[in-house]
């Protein structure tokens, strides 16, 4: 991604239930799946009886480091790595979220954004619940306290008032359940490693562990892993779902299967669908923005026949850019993660590909480093359309003003990023590169079609921008 500071996923989560030593392996599932989220981590661990949690701030390995995790004895357990799409960046909003009660506990952890969260969290402060946070997946907890029956009960009952994304596990102290909402936003599949069964995010998470994958969890559906296997309940489901495709594009990890399909090759078939629809005359080479953009240059590369060339070097040793929270720390990023090779570029007409452009100003930054480094031409080639509308289901571009593509044509964007040329894949191109048919897809953040109704408080600080009124006392 060029220029990705705002651009930040929903978060990754790792259960499994009936295994030996679940907090080891929880901690290499989740370091797999750090990728979907730098702020914070954690785990909780069950053996029926008690229980064992532990979160922070950072990274999996800033958390769990001096092995914090060694006394945590248990068959089952989750865990969580966590940007914020709604709610702060702090400590209390950290998951997995506990609950605890006289006569029940259990533990949540979540993927997605719930679009109806401020109509339902003053709904619930109006019966009196009391709120310690502001995610949505507390107010999952205490939607799941304010009904009767079973847990499976509830969360039918909980499911049917919700209203966006969500893939999430609960921790019981009978076992492990995991769901995914109606339309199938973001992932969730699951594996087995011997007798335990785990549900995760990405595939990957999988490898890592060498474990099996099975399958995905399906839109609306609800599985249980407990002492009698594995089992589902189908819930509501839509005709056509509504996967977001920009885990196709950019979020998912390259190695991982998501949807049921691999995301390597997709990414690959996005850039030469952009080689077929943007060619560049006269170019030397085909520079990849890494790392985001590797796996769609070497498809442009392919559909061109230019050569592929690692023009810029990454280092390693910085994190995504998107998830640092402020202006100055992402630009400071920007120019330690990424440096251009000047044998490489020196005199050349040079094709560079990655996948978006978020807001433009980092792209600028890209660019300028580019000609420093003696590129002659440099032009932009962009393996999807123009990020045009926020989205609400689980990616922290939230509003418009943030969207350089919302106000300005591709010649005003490409006059802004000091390119020679920049030019985007076509919808009908992203879609034909697509391994389902469109109509299976989200892609609301290019068309501005949502696939659920948004109302102006669906925001990510819709929780904490409360009026003082509401703060005082009666």
Known sequence: MIDSPSKKEACGIF?????????????????ALQHRGQESAGIVISDGTEVRAHKGMGLISDVFKDG????????????????????????RNAQPFLVEQIDRIFALGHNGNIVNIANLRRHLESRGAIFQTSTDSELIAHLVLHKKGSLEERLIKVFEELRGAWSIVFLTPGGILAARDPYGFRPLCIGRKGDAIIFTSETCALDIIEAEYVRDVEPGEIVIADHNGLRSIQGSRKTNSAMCIFEYIYFARPDSMIFGHGVYNVRKQLGFQAAIENPVDGADLVVPMPASGNYAALGYSQGSGLPFEYGVIRNHYVGRTFIQP??????????????????????????????SIVRGTTSKLRTRALREAGAREIHMRISCPPIRFPCYYGIDFSSKGELIACNNSVQDICDF?????????????????????AKHFCAACFTGKYPIKITDDSTKSCLECRPLDALQWP
């Open 68 to 91: 914090a995790f060694q006394g945590f004895k248990g068959t089952m357990g989750i865990g969580h790595v966590r940007y914020s799409t709604t709610g702060s960046s702090m400590l």
């Open 417 to 437: 990023i000091e390119a020679d040329s920049l030019a985007y894949l076509s919808l009908q191109g992203m879609f034909k590169a697509m391994p389902l048919p």
């Open 326 to 355: 402020s202006a100055s720390v992402r630009n400071l990023g920007v120019r330690l993660k990424l440096n251009p090779v000047r044998e490489i570029l020196e005199g050349k007409k040079v094709v560079v590909v990655d996948d």
């Open 15 to 31: 259960a499994i239930y009936g295994a030996e030593d679940p907090a080891h392996l929880i901690y290499l599932g989740l370091y």
